[in-house]
């Protein structure tokens, strides 16, 4: 039986929501009316998109629990809040950044090109110390600047724990960013007990949205220390004054935000984040975690398959990974995309990653689909 709001095409079986999500039933409802809104009326609505757009804030604060809507900036994706948070600080040569060496491409190579200015990135083995925390920590020195994470490693499946590493930095002066892409609808998330300074995540994954479209959380502190890298009349303080001059930066986190909104993905996005506040965070997380739980449990009862995926760790995360001892990852993702298996090959096997709306009955089809 499929859940009402996921009416997926029948062969699939969708295991896929850490790398790109399908829409709920809802999200296609509300694309569609604003496509025929916009064809009947044009931009005669205006006012409603921007009730929608501070709407959409608003559930962005509430699945962070940021103190106000108003540290909230819709941007186009992780990868571009990163840069923000990169070249909006003020690094001085000799500065090093912390992070892991698990990370996805977007929370690295930004850092590594900090390099021309004298900053270097450090990496952490996260298996080489007593816990993956730990590991950051021992990188850590007097000129360490920010430590960067993931929450939650896209490979792997590792979740950090996030208030650890903020009291740390809090503790040590040091700047907190959380590439947030893999917990943000998955699993509950709390900025405020974290301490993170900058959280940022695309749409496309647990949050059920389309692409292009994030969220970038900066506190008021952090976000005054960002030298702004983008311009646009979107971006100044009374913002709908086009005679404004001289004019002032605004002074919430839309200062990140330079030009026209993207109307179209806030539609989507809201209607989305939706269905995930109505079930309530706690019990998608709930769903989410039994389910991983199941699939880990399902792995290690066949004798042919590997669990890469830490299921002893202290905290779990949606992401599942595995390899077949006899065939290739190749082979098995092949196999698996042939009988209409949705997942990814990632790291050292394949990922699956079911959300708090997947049965336990596709689960199960899921597995027997896997060749001993
Ligand atoms: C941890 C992590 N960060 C970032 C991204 C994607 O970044 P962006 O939103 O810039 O496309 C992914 C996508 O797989 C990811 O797993």
């Not at 959380?178 to 974290?194: E, H, M, P, R, Y």
Request: hydrophobic share 40%; aromatic share 10%.
């Amino acid at each position: 039986m499929r859940h009402p709001e996921f009416p997926l095409s029948a062969e699939l079986i969708y295991l896929n929501h850490a790398a790109v999500a399908p829409w709920p039933k809802r999200t296609s409802t509300a694309v569609s009316k604003f496509a025929q809104q916009n064809t009947l009326y044009g931009s005669s609505c205006y006012l409603d998109w921007l009730q929608k757009e501070t709407q959409l804030r608003v559930q962005l604060q509430t699945l962070l629990n940021a103190p106000d809507a108003t540290d909230i900036a819709l941007v186009k994706n992780t990868s571009e809040a990163l840069s923000f948070v990169a070249y909006g600080l003020d690094w001085h040569s000799g500065d090093n950044i912390v992070s892991s060496n698990e990370e996805f491409p977007s929370n690295r190579i930004v850092w590594q090109s900090l390099s021309e200015l004298g900053v270097e990135f450090r990496e952490a083995d996260l298996a080489q110390a007593a816990t993956p925390e730990d590991a950051l920590f021992a990188l850590v020195d007097k000129q360490t600047r920010l430590i960067t994470i993931s929450s939650i490693q896209f490979a792997s499946g590792l979740r950090l724990d996030i208030d650890r590493i903020g009291q740390f930095c809090q503790q040590n002066n040091i700047l907190f960013c959380i590439d947030a892409i893999q917990s943000l609808g998955a699993v509950q998330f709390d900025v405020q007990k974290c301490q993170a300074d900058f959280v940022m995540a695309d749409g496309h994954k647990w949050m059920l949205g389309p692409e292009g479209l994030g969220v970038f959380y900066t506190s008021p502190a952090s976000r005054e220390k960002l030298k702004l890298t983008q311009y646009g009349w979107h971006m100044m303080d009374n913002t709908h004054n086009y005679e404004n001059k001289p004019w002032s930066i605004h002074p919430t986190a839309q200062r990140f935000e330079c030009g026209s909104p993207n109307t179209l993905g806030i539609h989507a996005l809201s209607a989305s984040l939706s269905l995930l506040l109505e079930t309530g965070m706690e019990t998608v997380e709930k769903q989410v975690l039994a389910n991983a739980r199941y699939l880990m449990a399902a792995i290690k009862s066949r004798p042919y398959l590997q669990l890469l995926t830490d299921e002893t760790a202290k905290l779990q995360s949606g992401i599942v990974v595995f390899k077949h001892k006899q065939l290739s990852k190749e082979a098995l993702y092949a196999h698996l995309q042939k009988n209409h298996v949705v997942c990814a090959m990632r790291g050292e096997g394949i990922r699956f990653s079911a959300h708090f709306y997947n049965s336990t009955q596709e689960l199960d089809k899921a597995m027997l689909l896997i060749p001993d």
